[in-house]
């Protein structure tokens, strides 16, 4: 497992600790920097109000943490992917996606993950390290950049890696992105396979932001083989804090749920997560399985898939089925990292030593 480095980067600095790299210096340089890092987002040689000596300066003791190492483009460039080398040499991934009323970007929490989902790219890849502060915040700052005219207004932390295993850097990279990038914190979505006790930490923590539960199984059984955690946080206790986060918050939670052909979109599937869900009024997306190098069950037919919507709201649910955005440069749903793991001229190298990935039987298929 690789280290987290111990050296700041720009962003990893609140604006009490950029004073103190600039103490000495007169209090509006502080304010011309901080405006050109978060209000003008642009990267520290392009702030022309500050000195070349200092920018000079400064990017020697306080480096962006991402080197970018490969960009992809899909959707006719409504989709784009970053591959990021960070230092020590760990990877992650950032998604950055236009809409007709938005643009969001879908972020990364750690290098990796330790949550063994056999069905993502990511869980097969296994967990190298956490995300410092910085490292979370830069992914969305270097996206606005591309997006250029297009606006910025939504952050998703559905990205590498388990977001609430990484609960202090992901919730200071939410006050980061909400008090100094202006986004509000109705439109930041955390995401999260089931970790009770960061769903807790999040019920008691100011912003109300938005709780997005992977879901993708509504029996402890078939849960177990699909998201492991499930052993440790069974699903009634899943539910009792997805409850409490709704009765403090009032934000309705929502439900992820990858349809996995012949496993999980059955019509006793269907039943079972209708009555989950009901009680606490949430919002249920469907999300067709994305094809990974490390899984050998593919994902539910767009028919069958429409059905299984159909069958949800006649049961009362509010369900949407998520449009697939990138899949073929493997930055949909489940798929990130895919290809820098399973490539064998992978960039980094990271995940399976020999730059392969062992391929995970899925669960027993249901009748």
């Known amino acids: 497992m690789a280290a987290t480095p111990t050296a700041p980067t720009i962003y990893d600095l609140d604006r009490d600790a950029i004073a103190e790299h600039l103490d000495g210096l007169p209090s509006y340089r502080v304010d011309q920097l901080w405006q050109g890092l978060y209000t003008d987002g642009v990267a520290l040689d392009d702030i022309s109000t500050l000195p070349a000596k200092l920018r000079g300066e400064l990017g020697q003791k306080l480096p962006a943490a991402l080197d970018m190492e490969l960009e992809s483009i899909s ?11 960070l230092r020590g040499g760990a990877a992650i991934e950032t998604v950055l996606m236009h809409y007709k009323d938005r643009s969001t ?19 097969q890849a296994g967990f190298e390290r956490h995300l410092t502060v910085g490292e979370i915040v830069e992914q969305v700052i270097r996206a606005r950049r591309v997006a250029g005219d297009k606006r910025v207004s939504n952050i998703v932390f559905m990205g590498m890696g388990e977001p609430m295993a990484n609960f202090g850097a992901v919730w200071e990279s939410v006050e980061r992105l909400h008090g100094d990038f202006g986004i509000s914190a109705r439109n930041l979505t955390i995401s999260t396979v089931g970790l009770i006790p ?11 932001v938005n709780l997005a539960v992977s879901l993708h199984a509504a029996n402890d059984e078939l849960r177990n083989e699909m998201v492991p955690i499930n ?73 069958r898939v429409r059905e299984f919507a159909d069958l949800l709201v ?54």
Request: proline residues 7%; contains cysteine; charged residues 25%.
């Open 105 to 123: 970007v879908c972020i990364s929490s750690q290098a990796g993950c330790a949550m063994a989902c056999g069905f993502c790219a990511t869980g």
């Open 75 to 85: 959707d006719r460039g409504d989709t784009v992917k970053w591959l990021w080398k």
């Open 198 to 208: 960061g769903i807790r930490q999040l019920a008691e923590a100011p912003l109300p």
């Open 314 to 367: 006649n049961l009362g649910v509010n369900a949407t089925v998520r449009k697939n955005r990138g899949t073929d440069i493997d930055a949909a749903c489940g798929q990130l990292r895919a290809n820098s793991v399973a490539a064998e001229a992978s960039v980094d190298g990271a995940g399976a030593n020999d730059g392969t990935v062992t391929k995970i039987n899925p669960p027993t298929r249901r009748s």
């Open 231 to 303: 052993k440790r946080y069974p699903i009634s206790d899943l539910l009792d804090a997805c409850h409490d986060y709704f009765d403090k918050k009032g934000r309705r939670v929502s439900f992820e749920w990858a349809l996995i052909d012949g496993v999980n979109d059955r019509d006793s599937d269907a039943h079972e997560l209708a009555k989950l869900t009901q009680p606490l009024r949430a919002h249920v997306n469907l999300i067709p399985l994305n094809p990974t190098p490390g899984y050998l069950t593919q994902g539910t037919p767009p028919a």
